[in-house]
DNA sequence: CTTATTCAGGGGTAT
DNA sequence: ACCCCTGAATAAGTC
């Protein structure tokens, strides 16, 4: 219990720093500091305000300021509060951890259930080529409250002594321990003890997922920030990694050999942290994990799991076959030489011997990403063979057979297949339509159906954006900083700097209106069409709006009552907390209520089915167009999401039912289904 | 834009 | 202490 994180009484500076899960909020700048007006570009803007309302200036919705009644009761009595392995003191709601999240690639929590927001703000700017949203959060103000906190946690770097802007504002001084306690803390104590259980969950991956998510980017915006005092961490993801290693928020910390309890196959990554977090492969850079030959109560080691990842000359030609080379050989300094048979070589040979599970991650580039890799939990293979070759250098390298066991999940398979779609290699069957846009969006969307006969969904008129949207009041202080192409790090005139601490970069900006992935609309076995991505999505990653024409509240309730129109937006709709918190029933603000109907005009977010356990999660957004400004709903990814797997978001629930309306049966097969929605 | 190079880095295992 | 199929930023090579 000595690893408290931050225990000590509780002064508010730094409470107000903490910034949960809604950090992968889009994050939007607070109303106060809307840095994206500072970008004139050309395309609208989009503001954001987030569907858990406006929060007074300067405060975060975070306990003790915000926690719900019910859900302090609920955290207190399911929690058994002494022996919590990871004692997070201050309970949060776990809305708030759930939140829409944003724009970047942070997941974050997702539900939509939050109700408090704050409104935020979102820009949109046309060519910046990160669809993800960026997080910059510059909110509460990461500056303020840190520089002025003593510095408890030892932080490694040596800072410095703060570095002073010119107009004598802020100090950059951010210590990252400090910030990553915050952020711990902030999480609902519940969190911690569903990621605790030794055997992991569905929930206890996600969850640490989603916080290695939230940490990771906000260090890495500290980072950006202040990288000319050279302060923040230089590899947030190690850093991120590092602190929850630390403090124990992880999940199926013992190593283990087979499946792992709450990770899927085809569930994809996209750092090698993130595997370690979930018990997948626990070295941070090594390809071969293993039991040494004490832990496995054995003379000889055995391997647990690889990561292909294209550092030695696999052979990745089939699907199900991988020929994996042994480690070693290559030492910087001392120059190429033999692979030795010990360590990881030694464990595949004796896994081999034995004929045990070995699981694999197939590592791929990240077209979305280019930077990047994608990792793909692949499943678990058997080593068939193992054999020395000469590499290209002329020394000796282990080669390890492995074949992918039958009666798995598509995974990997799947990326091939994709690979094969786009290049042409091979056709996609059961195709009815190339692109249902009719060329409206950028990328085609096809329509596909290799379930059934059904021809096709009926008739409508594909629109892009909103019809007949009103323009709104200018979101509240549409005056954020005066840069001119993005806040600069060193520009302390900044009001964005100057009130937070940390420049905004400006790069709160979800950067195309329009589709970036490629969509397609498909039959599902039972719910009709369904919409689904050829590409991986990052959590947070901006998807689509919802499209359609706006309508009034009364018209709404007329077409949603006795017309059963299916294709309603309803922004009012309520979002249970299916989870922990089920009292915690708030309805989203936004500045304004709004209904949409796609029924006879509308884009591809009309396919979106509903589901109790969705991974996509909608935001109001403000674009602004010159002087006007309207709302928009847009999609974001609330984890990441693989390739060909059915998007999904919550309607919520119509309170009370209208005036015909009758709710439906929900057939979204998770464990967590209400049984319906409407 | 794709590939190569540089460089700081963390956990795990072995010593 | 050493090893290792990071990941980002930067540089250089391709078109």
Known sequence: MDNHVGQDSFDKSRVLNVKPLRTLVPVFPSPSNPSSSSTPQGGAPFVCASPAGPFPTGVAPFYPFFVSPESQRLSEQNAPTPQRATPISTAVPINSFKTPTSATNGDVGSSRRTSRNR?????????????????LDVEDGIGNGSSKRKKRGRAKRASAGPVTGVSGVVPVDVDLDVVANDILQSINPMVFDVINHPDGSRDSVLFTLMIYEVMRRKLGQIEESTKEAHTGAKRPDLKAGTVMMTKGVRSNGKKRIGIVPGVEIGDIFFFRFELCLVGLHAPSMAGIDYLGSKASQEEEPLAVSIVSSGGYEDNTDDGDVLIYSGQGGVNREKGASDQKLERGNLALEKSMHRGNDVRVIRGL?????????????????????SWVEKAKSGFNVFKYKLVRMPGQPEAYATWKSIQQWTDKSAPRTGVILPDLTSGAEKVPVCLVNDVDNEKGPAYFTYIPTLKNSKAIAPVEPAAGCSCVGGCQPGNYNCSCIQKNGVPPTCRNRVSQVGLKFRLEVFRTKNKGWGLRSWDAIRAGTFICEYAGEVIDSARAEMLGGENEDEYIFDSTRIYQQLDVFPADIEAPKIPSPLYVTAKNEGNVARFMNHSCSPNVLWRPIVRENKHESDLHIAFFAIRHIPPMVELTYDYGINLPLKAGQRKKKCLCGSVKCRGYFC
């Open 119 to 135: 409104a935020a703000h979102i820009t949109e700017e046309e060519g910046y080529n990160n669809t993800e949203m960026n997080e």
């Open 365 to 385: 580039k990240d077209v979305m990403h280019p930077s990047g890799k994608v990792y793909v939990y692949d499943g678990i293979y058997k080593i068939q063979d």
